[in-house]
């Protein structure tokens, strides 16, 4: 089981320019969540999905950025019109099943805006 | 609003020295707990839960609800165990992190 996948690891947009940052979950877990890391600061919630539903998006932003994790595929975080304070690390993490708290995280995407 | 906060950003111990790694918590309703390590260049990682109760690593971390607190601990710490550690308060199928403190184990 390789874990939990996400890609590209480092993303240098231009403000105004879209981001897609992608996640694979660990197979058989069906739950994915998305944290931002600010410098200096801890991870902050943002989005909880299970297959083709959005369950909890009260960490998002109410504008520019979005979640889906679709029937097939990854889990996709699209932020668009990036500004520099996107700037940050995007962890994903997803859980099994009956067990929302046991969290296995991939190892991040940093967006960097210019 | 549930919070968790970790007032040490950094902190050092001689191997072999206990280590206590404090954790308060705020939230009006029954907390479940966790800490996650991040080692350097790894992933984060749980590493104990307080309702498992459990001993990972020589690390154990007792839920206070009368001081709200969720500190980890360690009675002799090893080198291996310089890493990034992160308190967390579950709720609502939601982690809560803290800000987390950075242990450097000295030999």
């Known amino acids: 089981n390789a874990g939990v996948m996400q890609n590209p690891r480092h993303l240098v947009r231009r403000r105004g320019q879209e981001a897609r940052l992608r996640c694979s979950p660990m197979k058989g877990h069906s739950h994915v969540y998305w944290y931002r890391q600010l410098p200096e600061e801890g991870l902050k919630f943002m989005v909880y999905l299970q297959k083709e539903n959005i369950i909890d998006e009260s960490g998002m932003p109410k504008e520019r950025f979005s979640a889906e994790f679709p029937k097939e595929g990854p889990s996709i975080l699209r932020i668009q019109q990036v500004v520099r304070g996107d700037s940050a690390a995007y962890f994903c993490?997803?859980?099994?099943?009956?067990?929302?708290?046991?969290?296995?995280f991939g190892p991040g995407t940093r967006l960097t805006v210019t | 609003a549930q919070r968790v906060t970790q007032p040490e950003k950094l902190l050092s111990v001689f191997k072999g020295a206990p280590v206590e790694l404090k954790c308060n918590y705020s939230y009006s309703g029954s907390p479940e707990l966790f800490w996650y390590v991040q080692y350097s260049r790894q992933r984060l990682q749980l590493l104990l839960r307080?309702?498992s109760r459990e001993s990972i690593k020589g690390f154990t971390a007792d839920l206070n609800k009368g001081e709200t607190s969720f500190h980890l601990k360690k009675p002799f710490a090893q080198e291996e165990d310089s890493a990034m550690y992160y308190c967390a308060l579950g709720s609502a199928r939601q982690l809560t992190f803290g800000s987390g403190t950075q242990l450097t184990v000295l030999p």
């Open positions: 993490a997803s859980s099994p099943p009956g067990d929302s708290y046991e969290q296995y």
């Open positions: 307080h309702i």
